[in-house]
């Protein structure tokens, strides 16, 4: 899955990188495990708050 161009310059042949669509993927991945993350974090605060009450 990694992105081969070839330019006429012949001391350079091939150039090998990540596509746009590919770091979009990563990025939206990302995202999505940092808002499962917050929302687990905050349910565990919301837990302690109650506990810290009944106590």
């Given amino acids: 899955m990694w992105a081969k161009q070839k330019h006429q310059d012949?001391?350079?042949t091939n150039h090998t990188g990540f596509?746009?669509?590919e770091?979009?993927?990563v990025?939206?991945?990302i995202g999505i495990?940092?808002?499962i993350t917050i929302v687990a974090f905050?349910?565990?605060q919301s837990k302690a708050r109650?506990?810290?009450m009944q106590s």
């Fill in 10 to 12: 012949t001391s350079v």
């Fill in 50 to 52: 109650f506990s810290k």
């Fill in 33 to 35: 495990l940092a808002a």
């Fill in 19 to 21: 596509t746009i669509v």
């Fill in 27 to 29: 990025i939206v991945v």
């Fill in 42 to 44: 905050n349910g565990v």
């Fill in 23 to 25: 770091l979009l993927i």
